[in-house]
């Protein structure tokens, strides 16, 4: 079964200022094992998107899912180990945390100093953020120039830059910002086109799986081998690592 259990994680939060947030412990196919009866994209929708919608979460996509991708869109390989974006965090830690976001997203913002946090103190945790630009043609552009800077080993600069902003970002404004970081702007720009299928190629991965896990906005988590559509505490981000150590543990 795609799902194995329901959680919630509320802990170390104080009474009143309890945010409860649904998370679905999934099981991702192995990448071998991955054939045209195995998860597809319609089955995940089925199975994920009623949580979903219980969820007050970020900002609301009106991306409409499709049928037509492809059958290891939900492959663990896929979703926690793609090989075209940057890992940030501990590359050989015990857990991945992996974030669907958009560099207009105001939620996104502000939660990102509390997850760098909550990673650097971890010390054992892979990040991994995944462009899911929903919020307009602007944030395309934000996602695509970042994953451009990666060329020149300087993704981690350019999302930090982009996300530290406080401000609607413009695309002339998302040139001055990786300016600021030290970022080669005229280097990234042709990158940009001259890998500009592969960085179409990253995006559309990110927007399938996103879809295909039942999310409906930004930002939206994947901790371990848990669905997180939505906002977490550090508290909570915390309970969750731990929680996924002890689920990977218990099935060696």
């Known amino acids: 079964m795609l799902i194995e259990r329901l959680a919630i994680y509320a802990s170390g939060v104080r009474s009143g200022q309890r945010k409860l947030v649904e998370t679905m412990s999934v099981e991702f196919?192995?990448?071998?094992?991955?054939?045209?009866?195995?998860?597809?994209?319609?089955?995940?929708?089925?199975?994920?998107?009623?949580?979903?919608?219980?969820?007050?979460?970020?900002?609301?996509?009106s991306w409409a899912a499709t049928d037509d991708a492809a059958d290891d869109v939900l492959s663990e390989g896929a979703v926690l180990r793609d090989p075209d974006i940057p890992v940030a965090g501990n590359p050989n830690g015990d857990v991945t945390i992996v974030e669907y976001f958009d560099y207009n997203c105001p939620y996104c913002r502000k939660l990102a100093p509390?997850?760098?946090?909550?990673?650097?103190?971890?010390?054992?945790?892979?990040?991994i953020f995944k462009d899911w630009p929903i919020l307009g043609p602007v944030s395309v552009y934000a996602s695509k120039i970042a994953l451009a800077t990666k060329?020149?080993?300087?993704?981690?600069?350019?999302?930090?830059?982009?996300?530290?902003?406080?401000?609607?970002?413009?695309?002339?404004?998302?040139?001055?910002?990786?300016?600021?970081?030290k970022i080669d702007v005229d280097r990234a720009t042709r990158d940009l086109e001259a890998h500009g299928a592969d960085i179409d190629r990253v995006l559309k991965r990110n927007g399938e799986q996103a879809k295909a896990f039942g999310f409906r906005g930004t930002p939206s988590f994947i901790v371990g081998k848990f669905r997180v559509p939505g906002i977490l505490t550090m508290a909570q981000f915390d309970q969750a690592i731990a929680d996924a150590r002890k689920a990977a543990k218990a099935k060696k």
């Open 29 to 61: 196919p192995s990448i071998q094992s991955v054939t045209r009866s195995a998860i597809t994209r319609r089955h995940a929708l089925g199975v994920l998107g009623g949580v979903a919608g219980a969820l007050g979460a970020g900002v609301v996509s």
């Open 114 to 127: 509390e997850l760098a946090q909550v990673v650097f103190d971890d010390g054992k945790v892979r990040m």
């Open 151 to 181: 060329y020149q080993n300087k993704f981690a600069e350019a999302h930090e830059a982009l996300m530290n902003t406080s401000s609607r970002i413009t695309e002339s404004r998302i040139r001055e910002l990786l300016a600021e970081a």
